[in-house]
């Protein structure tokens, strides 16, 4: 742009490929005139400005996060089994109504961590909570978790926790202005299994939108008795809506 260009006596704003000659090229700098004669050569390099290298723009720092923190209200059917009569233990069942609050999520890109936890409670006072936290590759979430149950007994109640392996996948999809996101895991040891899910919608506002959808889960704990050959099971079924705020997942 600072100098302008002759080819065999023809102004040129382009510098094509020169092929056989003599050619006369020729620059003219500010009135300052440069006259050359090639043969097989292309333009002088020295003629042609330098390459503009224009370097990528940085990685954007951050971390990012999905997920979805909500309310949850629902029933739950909870049992507990003993394979013998026992002074202390009965076995019980019941279906009741349950209120939760549940956040599931994670931060980071491919590599990152990840996390769920339910925390569950019905009108008769009593208490259980399920959770998980891990590493995240990519949809795939490894990591541990427990679970907890109330046993039932003749002179108090007793809250029992134990943990388990996890293994999670998740994962969204946009359709139209919503995005569909969910998950399940679970883990499993002879004396805790566990497995959880969740569906979640949401509307593409960008940052923090309403999240509705459903959450839920089982979890199994096996006790033997210390003193006795006596073997309980406590089993817990819960399903319920939601409803929340979470960032877009992605």
Known sequence: TDAVYWLDGHLVDRLPPLTGGPHVVQRDVAGTWTTLVVRGDPFP??????PVVVPPP????GI???GVVWGIAGAEAVSQEIDQSASDVDSRSATRALLGIGAHGRVGGRFGAGGDLVLGFTPGGSFAADGALGVALGPVLLGAGAATAVIEQADANQLAVLARPHLGLSGAVEIGSWTGSGGVGGGWLPACANASGWLA???NT???SPVFGLDGGYSRLAFVEADG????VADRWWIGAAVGVGPAAR
Do not use: F, H, K
């Open 64 to 66: 990012t996060a999905s």
């Open 45 to 50: 390099p020295d003629w042609l400005p330098a």
């Open 201 to 203: 919608a949401s509307p």
């Open 58 to 61: 940085p990685a954007p720092v």
């Open 229 to 232: 050959p006596n073997a309980l």
């Open 206 to 208: 960008g940052g923090l």
